[in-house]
């Protein structure tokens, strides 16, 4: 009989019960024929082997429950799912996914996003099938295959934390992990990091970076209110009036910090003339002639002289005078300079009587500037001054005549190798070259770099001969006093106010009141410092004033005025005396007289330019040098003490007169 053909509509075919079903499963596996199994077989068809493994799980831990164990084609029916899983190698490996490790190891260090694996695959039988087994084994009760998993791809750390509750001492991984090898630190990944500390990582370099600004700016504001306290306005400071210029910017900076020579040699200087013969065994001193021949021979780079005029030879009074030698001398010496390189700048009061010698050293290739100080301030140039090299320096009362060498008694005080001293020196003399300019006027501020290097408030602290010494430079008038500078006024009336014991003044003019206003008015301010010092204080004071035929009768009424205070019931120590130098046979013009100008107390001794007047210090140039030496011993022999002994001699000499004798001194 021929069978029936399957019907096509697999929908309409009775359905095969279960169990006639795994009969057939059987009836077939009886019938196939037996072939030789290859190796791949054993791969894809595990069924054997796990009934292998059930045989050997019945024998060593006693029978199943049926109830509890699946039946076989159950089991078939779910190993034959899973099978589909485990496909060859090469598929089966590229479905598996790495799970994350939500413990991860401390001392592991952080894992990188794919780890460096090398996959094997197990192709022995017996390994694979143990690569199935997930069931947990117990000690005490009868175990039984519960389920088969496919391994997952766990790592070496994750299998170990989970043996705690599911041992794999018995299982071998089918995939083999070769020994993690120590990272480098150059290796690691990038840190992720979150938005906190993103912004927290942002703040700090703001942090950073403002904090960088903040300080650079600030250094650069301190810089800049320093070069403006120093050297003036701003504008002055960066675009300069011809001293300050931006070439000379770093100088700003440094020229400050160079330490100045401050071991001095002071020499003290007169000019005496021939008519006066003092006795041998009174005080000599060099004579204004050597000290300026010094400083000539001294010069390397620059001469800086500020005068009242230049007549240094007797031209300018159409005679021939056999003392007018050494003024030619200095006067051939100053011509010289230029030949030497040595530049030589004069600054010279204007108009003069005679401007000979100072065209003619122009032509010869000196830097002359005429100041019209009358125009700026209504008073003259009345200052002596020389600065050499910026080393030496000489302040005293002698102009730039040859009578001031010879026919002339003048004093002056030559310091060498006083670089302190001869720097701020040379600020009042730039004042009056930048005033000789055309066109010129006086600043409402005066720039920085021309500022006062020494004061009564700080005196630079030297030595003078080895001894050591406070000393400023003081100016007048005060328009011309640059930041920090002493007016020559206020230096004067402090020595007063100093003095203890007693004070020695010896001038050429001694008139408190103003000489050249239109309108006369008095001027009592030095001369009530003078009163109070001896009536309050009870220091001596002592006025040795010069007298000769250009004397103004009105300074003798003032000088009996305090010469008055002596009397009973006051009893005032104020005494003055007249100073004459004897003419001889010789007619010369302003010559034969008494020109000092300096002051000494027991503490303080002041060599000037000025005569003590109202004019000299409100509206005429001048300078002055003040020398502290107070606590120095008796044994050494000062500044001070030279003065003293200088006033001495001329007090005590014969060229003194009584001052109710001033007649026979002046002109009628």
């Not at 408190?512 to 008095?522: A, G, V």
Request: charged content about 25%; hydrophobic content about 35%; some cysteine.
């Amino acid at each position: 009989m021929r069978k029936k053909s399957p019907p096509k509509n697999p929908a309409s075919v009775t359905p095969i019960r279960r169990s006639t079903r795994l009969q057939q499963v059987k009836t077939a596996e009886t019938n196939e024929p037996r072939y030789p199994r290859s190796r791949a077989d054993d791969i894809l068809q595990p069924r054997e082997s796990i009934k292998a493994y059930k045989k050997q799980v019945d024998l060593t831990k006693g029978r199943v429950d049926p109830q509890e164990s699946p039946s076989e084609p159950e089991a078939q029916l779910d190993l034959g799912q899973r099978a589909e899983k485990v496909l060859p190698s090469f598929v089966r490996l590229r479905r598996l996914e790495l799970k994350e490790d939500p413990c991860p190891h401390p001392e592991r260090g952080k894992e990188l996003d794919t780890p460096d694996i090398q996959w094997e695959v197990e192709k022995d039988q017996e390994s694979r099938l143990q690569g199935f087994d997930t069931s947990e084994p117990q000690s005490d009760k009868v175990g039984h295959l519960e389920e088969i998993t496919t391994p997952s791809l766990r790592r070496p750390f994750e299998t170990r934390r989970e043996s705690r509750q599911e041992p794999w001492a018995e299982i071998t991984p089918r995939i083999k992990v070769p020994p993690m090898k120590k990272m480098e630190t150059t290796k690691l990944p990038t840190k992720v990091l979150s938005a906190k500390e993103v912004r927290q990582k942002f703040f700090q370099r703001t942090y950073y970076w403002s904090s960088l600004f903040f300080l650079l700016f600030f250094l650069f504001l301190s810089l800049t209110c320093w070069l403006v306290w120093r050297h003036g306005v701003l504008t002055t400071v960066m675009f300069g009036n011809g001293s300050l210029m931006w070439k000379r910017f770093p100088t700003l900076l440094w020229k400050e910090a160079e330490e100045c020579s401050a071991q001095c040699r002071l020499v003290l200087l007169e000019s005496i003339p021939d008519t006066l013969r003092y006795p041998s065994s009174s005080p000599r001193n060099p004579t204004t002639y050597d000290g300026w021949m010094d400083l000539l021979a001294e010069a390397n780079s620059v001469v800086e002289i500020g005068a009242f005029y230049f007549t240094l030879r007797d031209s300018d009074l159409q005679i021939e005078d056999s003392s007018s030698k050494q003024g030619l001398e200095v006067f051939n010496m100053l011509r010289s300079l230029p030949s030497r390189g040595v530049k030589l700048k004069i600054a010279v009061n204007s108009p003069q009587s005679s401007q000979e010698d100072t065209d003619e050293l122009a032509r010869d290739g000196a830097d002359v500037r005429y100041v019209n100080m009358k125009e700026l301030t209504g008073g003259i140039v009345h200052t002596k001054l020389w600065v050499v090299d910026q080393k030496h320096l000489y302040i005293g009362s002698a102009n730039m005549d040859w009578r001031s060498l010879t026919q002339v008694k003048e004093l002056g005080i030559a310091l060498y190798n006083c670089s302190c001293l001869a720097q701020d020196l040379h600020r009042i003399f730039a004042m009056y070259r930048i005033l000789g300019k055309e066109g010129a006027s006086l600043p409402t501020t005066w720039p920085r770099d021309l500022a006062a290097k020494s004061s009564l408030e700080e005196p630079r602290k030297i030595q003078l001969n080895g001894v050591d010494a406070q000393v400023y430079i003081s100016s007048s008038p005060l328009a011309l006093c640059s930041t920090g500078r002493t007016s020559d006024l206020t230096a004067i009336l402090s020595t007063i106010q100093d003095a203890q014991t007693f004070i020695y003044i010896s001038v050429m003019d001694y008139v408190p009141q103003c000489l050249y206003c239109k309108s006369k008015r008095l001027w009592p301010v030095i001369d009530d410092a003078l009163r109070s010092a001896a009536c309050d204080n009870g220091v001596t004071v002592r006025l040795l004033i010069s007298c000769w035929k250009h004397s103004r009768q009105t300074m003798f009424v003032f000088l009996e005025s305090l010469a008055v205070l002596r009397r009973r019931p006051l009893q005032c120590p104020i005494e003055v005396k007249l100073f004459v130098v004897p003419t001889g046979e010789r007619k010369i013009p302003y010559a034969h007289v008494n020109h000092n100008k300096y002051m000494v107390t027991d503490r303080v001794a002041y060599v000037g330019t000025s005569n003590w007047s109202e004019d000299y210090f409100l509206n005429t140039a001048g300078v002055a040098l003040i020398v502290n030496q107070s606590d120095v011993g008796p044994e050494k022999y000062t500044l001070r003490q030279q003065l003293v002994d200088v006033f001495l001699r001329d007090w005590e000499s014969e060229y003194t007169l009584p001052l109710e004798k001033h007649s026979e001194c002046v002109e009628k």
